[in-house]
Each structure stands twice: as structure tokens, then as C-alpha cells.
């Protein structure tokens, strides 16, 4: 009498159902249980094997491609950050976004600035920007004579024109003195009507 485990190869199938003390090996590759017999060709055998191997396949290829798109999802998280501008100066003020993370990165482009042309609040958005990028407002008359925050060309030191991505504030910007920058103010914020870039 053989065990399971000492039975060659393909004289042994596994049947659903079926639980074997014994088994032996008989031409034709037969396996006697009582009065049953099951007959499995060598060729049925290795087809039930590749069925088998194929689902252990699939499911681990299944399993990678979802772990995949969970970590490209994540890493390629991204927020906003928003400032709340209001020209309270005598003239036309003009403004741009500029990352202090990546370098000669700004909004809305590197060609293209917003116009604070009345007095009332504008939202201005830093779009697509990444966790923890820090991000600071510049601003100049056209001259560019008496500026805010970092200044027109994002060159000027500041305090408080600053923050991060993810973050919202605003500022109101006031005229008589060069590199303004007034701490970031609290309470409702209102955002006020859209700005459209203009061209540098």
C-alpha cells in the first residue's frame, strides 16, 4: 500500500469531493478506491495542474496591479493654495504666485500676472501644487517702484506673504511704502469676483 505523498506524479489526481487512504498505480494511470475506479490521462492531469497555476498567476497579477494604481494615486496627490488679495492702494496693482520649493515655478505662468484693478477681494489660486510647497504672493505697480510681498519678480525678501499648499488667507494691500506685507487677515473670507491673467 502506498501513501499519498509516495504516489508518482499524475497516478494520484486530486478529485473535489473525493478523499483517498490509498492509491496505487495501475496502466493506464487508474485510481482504485472500493468499487469505484477514476481513470485521469497523463495529458488531463497536466491540463488540470496549468488551470491551477494559471488562476495562482492571474490572482497574484490581479493583486500587484491593484497595489500599483493605489500608490500612483498617492503620489500624485495634489492641492491648492488660495490667496485672497484686495487693492486698498492708489493704483493698479500687479500680481503673481511664485513656489519657493520648486524653482521657477510660477502662477499663473511664467509669461502671464493678475490685475487688482478695483478695490474689492480676488481670489487667486496656486493650482496642482504639492503637499507642503511653500508659495508666496508678489506684487508691483507697472513701474515697479513700490512693491508687496516678494515683488513682481519674486525676487524680494518678505514676512507674512507666505503659505503653504492647501492653505487659504488673505492680505489687503495698501499703498505709501515699499515691500508691504501685512500679516495674513482673519475671519469670513469672501472670494470675490474671478481674475483673468493678463499677458506680461
Same mark, same amino acid.
Given at each position: 500500500?502506498?501513501?499519498?505523498?509516495?504516489?508518482?506524479?499524475?497516478?494520484?489526481?486530486?478529485?473535489? %469531493?473525493? *478523499?483517498?487512504?490509498?492509491?496505487?498505480?495501475?496502466? &493506464?494511470?487508474?485510481?482504485?478506491?472500493?468499487?469505484?475506479?477514476?481513470?485521469?490521462?497523463?495529458?488531463?492531469?497536466?491540463?488540470?495542474?496549468?488551470?491551477?497555476?494559471?488562476?495562482?498567476?492571474?490572482?497574484?497579477?490581479?493583486?500587484?496591479? *491593484?497595489?500599483?494604481?493605489?500608490? %500612483?494615486?498617492?503620489?500624485?496627490?495634489?492641492?491648492?493654495?488660495?490667496?485672497? *488679495?484686495?487693492?486698498?492702494?492708489?493704483?493698479?496693482?500687479?500680481?503673481?504666485?511664485?513656489?519657493?520649493?520648486?524653482?521657477?515655478?510660477?502662477?499663473?505662468?511664467?509669461?502671464?500676472?493678475?490685475?487688482?484693478?478695483?478695490?474689492?477681494?480676488?481670489?487667486?489660486?496656486?493650482?496642482?501644487?504639492?503637499?507642503?510647497?511653500?508659495?508666496?504672493?508678489? %506684487?508691483?505697480?507697472?513701474?515697479?517702484?513700490t512693491h508687496w510681498g516678494v515683488g513682481l519678480d &519674486?525676487?524680494?525678501?518678505?514676512?507674512?506673504?507666505?503659505?503653504?499648499?492647501?492653505?487659504?488667507?488673505?492680505?489687503?494691500?495698501?499703498?505709501?511704502?515699499?515691500?508691504?506685507?501685512?500679516?495674513?487677515?482673519? &475671519?469670513?473670507?469672501?472670494? &470675490?469676483?474671478?481674475?483673468?491673467?493678463?499677458?506680461?
Open positions: 500500500m502506498f501513501s499519498l505523498s509516495q504516489c508518482e506524479l499524475g497516478h494520484a489526481p486530486v478529485v473535489a %469531493g473525493a *478523499l483517498y487512504s490509498s492509491c496505487c498505480s495501475t496502466p &493506464g494511470n487508474s485510481v482504485h478506491r472500493g468499487n469505484a475506479r477514476l481513470s485521469l490521462s497523463r495529458s488531463e492531469n497536466v491540463n488540470v495542474q496549468m488551470e491551477v497555476a494559471m488562476r495562482i498567476f492571474l490572482t497574484a497579477v490581479s493583486l500587484a496591479v *491593484l497595489l500599483s494604481v493605489g500608490a %500612483g494615486v498617492k503620489s500624485a496627490r495634489s492641492e491648492n493654495a488660495t490667496f485672497k *488679495l484686495t487693492n486698498s492702494a492708489p493704483s493698479i496693482i500687479h500680481v503673481k504666485l511664485f513656489s519657493q520649493s520648486r524653482h521657477g515655478w510660477q502662477w499663473p505662468s511664467s509669461k502671464r500676472h493678475w490685475i487688482l484693478d478695483d478695490d474689492k477681494q480676488h481670489t487667486l489660486t496656486a493650482g496642482n501644487c504639492q503637499p507642503g510647497e511653500k508659495i508666496c504672493y508678489g %506684487g508691483s505697480y507697472e513701474n515697479k517702484r &519674486g525676487n524680494r525678501p518678505c514676512t507674512h506673504c507666505c503659505i503653504t499648499c492647501g492653505a487659504s488667507h488673505a492680505w489687503n494691500l495698501t499703498g505709501g511704502a515699499s515691500d508691504v506685507a501685512p500679516r495674513p487677515s482673519s &475671519g469670513r473670507i469672501d472670494d &470675490g469676483p474671478a481674475l483673468v491673467p493678463a499677458d506680461d
